[in-house]
């Protein structure tokens, strides 16, 4: 068997499209919240930039997604955090902390194409490339809790989007 390699960000397989999707979409929602903008109207000003100047890439079609569902979603969102939080509010956290768990959060509630595990493993990533040393820890504690409710959740949102069936005469 094949020794190791010492450099630990050799052992990590590259990073996939949809992770620098969800890395965008935290600067992008942590950007809105520190310009105190719209993230919907800032994603546009994103795009409309990415199509006018060659130099800047265009916005991952999931980091629009995202950032699209969180905005949509953003009064759910925070109150499904907010109630998992202990001894602590929202606006206490840090921003980007608060800018990982939304996009978590809404993945666990909407992307029905993402299990999640992954949701709440890519979101502890997150919080180690941007956050502090404790962020990783309380990320996936937050999460922990909310990932036992978001099959309700799903399933809700589901039933609700399902036409419904005329009975038959």
Do not use: C
């Amino acid at each position: 068997m094949a020794e190791q390699p010492a450099d630990k960000k050799s052992t990590y397989k590259k990073l996939g499209a949809r992770h620098k999707a969800r890395r965008r979409a935290v600067d992008l929602l942590f950007e809105a919240e520190a310009r105190d903008v719209d993230a919907a109207d800032l994603l546009t000003e994103r795009g409309e930039l990415a199509t006018r100047d060659q130099s800047v890439a265009p916005l991952h079609a999931y980091t629009r997604t995202l950032v699209e569902g969180v905005a949509d979603e953003l009064e759910r969102v925070d109150g499904t955090i907010e109630s998992y939080l202990q001894d602590w509010t929202l606006s206490r956290l840090p921003a980007v902390d608060r800018a990982i768990l939304r996009v978590a959060v809404w993945e666990l509630f909407h992307a029905t194409d993402v299990p999640p595990v992954v949701a709440v493993d890519e979101a502890v990533e997150l919080a180690k490339e941007l956050s502090t040393d404790d962020s990783p820890s309380f990320v996936n504690g937050v999460l922990g809790q909310v990932v036992q409710v978001a099959p309700q959740v799903r399933a809700a949102a589901a039933a609700t989007r399902a036409p419904r069936q005329e009975p038959e005469a």
